[in-house]
């Protein structure tokens, strides 16, 4: 089973650079890093995890900008997002961020996207809450024509572009879809990705059946679906038991910390990784 790690960057913390070289070195197969573009201080939209929001979420880095630094000192760590609120960007710019970083990187990026929670974070980019999955689900449309081999025209409900030249072209352009078990996320899923990050990756004894039901109903290779249990505390136990289930990935939570609390957690979380410890 493949370890990668998720962990909240901000300025705070230990740097990307230091990060991802500690992680390489350690045989870690990937970094994935959460966005969140602002918490407002109005907020009544209340923490998924329950309590007070942790102070991290309201400084965290960019992700694309920070995984751009962690390429360039790494040669194998694979680099994702977990997740990347779609809903909240451009999405030609969107497009050309993600196949500029994946290209610069040797096809090591992982798309990991979702829907979000901060009902005031996503009004303050115009994101109507109700329709934030459709929307979501047209921007994918529309930046996968804009990665298309030959130029490829999209017209959607939410946005469109024209037949363009648009390059680079991502290498690989692996997706996976976060969120809650369900028919309509497991229906994006089958859709326009590759996979399931299910955080904290609890229930999937009972999920992985129904996901991987509509995965060949949608007539999708059963062989093809990729689920990584995302931003999870582990213990020997979990993490046998993900393999049981035919899991071959799964995101470790590090702590929003300094260097030195950051790389004794690494340290500690080093001793799970099995094989090579190749990329993503």
């Known amino acids: 089973m493949r370890i990668s790690v998720t962990i909240f960057l901000t300025d705070e913390t230990i740097t990307p650079t230091r ?11 990937g970094l994935y890093l959460p966005e969140h573009t602002h918490i407002p201080v109005e907020r009544v939209t209340p923490y998924p995890a329950g309590g ?4 991290e979420y309201g400084r965290t880095l960019d992700p694309f900008v920070a995984l751009g630094q962690a390429a360039a000192v790494t040669e194998r760590l694979g680099l ?3 997740i990347t609120l779609v809903a909240q960007h451009d999405p030609i710019d969107l497009a050309k961020q993600i196949a500029t970083l994946d290209h610069l990187s040797g096809g090591r990026f992982t798309l990991g996207l979702g829907f979000g929670w901060n009902v005031e974070e ?12 459709e929307l979501v689900r047209d921007r994918m449309a529309l930046m996968q024509a804009l990665w298309a081999d030959e130029p490829t025209a999209h017209e ?6 024209r037949a363009s030249h648009a390059f ?5 352009k692996r997706v996976l879809v976060g969120g809650a078990a369900g028919p309509k996320l497991f229906s994006h899923i ?30 999708r290779d059963p062989a093809a679906l990729q689920v990584v249990p995302y931003a999870v505390l582990p213990t020997p136990g979990k ?10 990935e799964v995101v470790l939570q590090l702590p929003a910390a300094g260097e030195g609390e950051t790389l004794k957690v690494l340290d500690e979380y080093a001793r799970y990784i099995q094989g090579d410890g190749d990329s993503v």
Do not use: M, N, Q
């Open 19 to 29: 990060l991802a070289r500690e992680l390489e070195a350690r045989g870690f197969a």
């Open 52 to 55: 007070e929001l942790p102070r």
């Open 80 to 82: 994702g997002t977990g």
């Open 122 to 133: 996503a009004a303050d980019h115009g994101v109507e809450w109700r329709t934030r999955r």
């Open 156 to 161: 959607g409900e939410f946005g469109s572009v």
């Open 168 to 172: 680079p072209k991502p290498i690989r």
């Open 190 to 219: 089958c859709e326009y990705a590759d996979g399931w990050l299910p955080i904290g990756g609890r229930g999937l004894t009972e999920s992985l059946p129904v996901l991987r039901a509509a995965w060949s109903d949608a007539g």
């Open 239 to 248: 993490l046998a038991h993900y393999a049981e289930l035919g899991i071959e």
